[in-house]
Structures are given as C-alpha cells and as structure tokens.
C-alpha cells in the first residue's frame, strides 16, 4: 500500500479539512502544513503494522482525501 494525499503542489485546492485524524492514527506517516491547514503524506508506510495504520486513517477519513496506489510500498 502506499498512501497518497494531494501532492504538495495541488494540497491547496485539496479536500482535506484538517480533521486531525490521519495524524493521530499514523503519526510517523501523515504531518499537517501549518501554511495552509491541511494534513499530508510525508512517509510511506512499510511494515504490516505501518500499513494497517495508513488503511485505518485512509478508511476513516471524513472527507476521502486519503487513496492508494495500490502498490506494496
């Protein structure tokens, strides 16, 4: 899995609203940008565990802002 958000280029016009809930669920994968309120991808998950944690934030995001590539890492 690798987890995706808006690239940095196009985060402003992204449909996150900074709910909070990729970084608590995934704090070593998702950071938020201060600059314009959004929360993004920073570190690909790699381990099982890391994967299950990105899975949980992309399923549980309010707004879909997380995807997948769909490959392994």
Known sequence: MR???ESPASRAASSCIDC????STAP???RRD????QS??????????EI???REALEGCPTESIGEDGGDT
């Open 52 to 54: 299950a944690l990105c």
């Open 20 to 23: 909070g809930l990729c970084p």
């Open 28 to 30: 070593s994968h998702f």
């Open 3 to 5: 987890a995706l958000c």
């Open 34 to 37: 201060d600059e314009i309120g």
């Open 40 to 49: 993004f991808v920073f570190r690909q998950p790699e381990t099982a565990e």
